[in-house]
């Protein structure tokens, strides 16, 4: 694992900050270990920091009445979570857990709030990943709700492209009942929209790689929303 002090300096709030910034940051965080499959925080529970990934991969949903469980947000090394309800003193609204083996960073509010008080920098860089954070949750929310799983998936493909930064061939980081959840539907479906999307030659399906065949009928099939 990398050092922490790099880890920090990544994740995309603190990115630019000088070294004293950093360090300031550094001197309130606590280092917390996690085994696959641990629960982090719960719905309801009270915010009382959040959390920067060190290393592993952490899981953010919720949890339907009937015990259902749909994928919010996956994050890997160097993103927070947990960071908007901290700010309001509120309760977490969602659930978070690891999907692997996880070594994770907690900023506690109080001495956090304190830290930005004194760095307007840092907390100008706050502003702008929780505006970016609204914006994920708005197309996340339109393609929910306006766009069948075909599109949704497609979507999710151009994403994919753009952060792995390859527009020929990407890689799943989750399994793709996870991947179910997180486009809310079943992992049935998904297969079926996999194996559909294929016969089109839009994609070839190798375990978790997934190449990429025609990036045109892609940006088409996320607009359009279904095949």
Request: net charge positive.
């Amino acid at each position: 694992m990398k050092d922490l002090k790099t880890i920090v300096a990544r994740a995309p709030f603190l990115q630019s900050l000088p070294d004293a910034d950093i360090d300031c940051l550094l001197s309130i965080a606590l280092t917390k270990a996690y085994k696959k499959g641990e629960p982090i925080f719960s719905e309801g529970e009270h915010a009382n920091g959040f959390y920067i990934v060190a290393e592993g991969k952490v899981k953010i949903f919720k949890l339907s009445i009937d015990g259902k469980e749909h994928i919010l947000h996956i994050f890997g090394p160097g993103n927070p979570f947990g960071e908007v309800p901290v700010f309001a003193g509120k309760a977490f609204p969602a659930n978070a857990m690891t999907l692997a083996k996880s070594t994770l960073i907690f900023l506690p509010r109080e001495a956090f709030v304190g830290l930005i008080t004194a760095n307007p920098s840092i907390a100008l860089n706050m502003l702008a990943i929780l505006s970016l954070r609204l914006r994920e949750f708005t197309v996340q929310i339109e393609h929910l709700s306006l766009k069948e799983v075909p599109g949704r998936l497609a979507a999710y493909l151009i994403f994919l492209s753009k952060e792995q930064k390859n527009d020929r061939t990407v890689s799943l980081k989750i399994s793709k009942g996870q991947l179910a959840s997180l486009l809310g539907t079943i992992p049935e479906t998904l297969s079926r929209i996999f194996t559909k999307m294929s016969g089109m030659n839009l994609i070839d399906v190798d375990g978790k790689q997934i190449h990429l065949n025609d990036m045109t009928g892609l940006a088409e099939l996320a607009e359009q929303g279904k095949i």
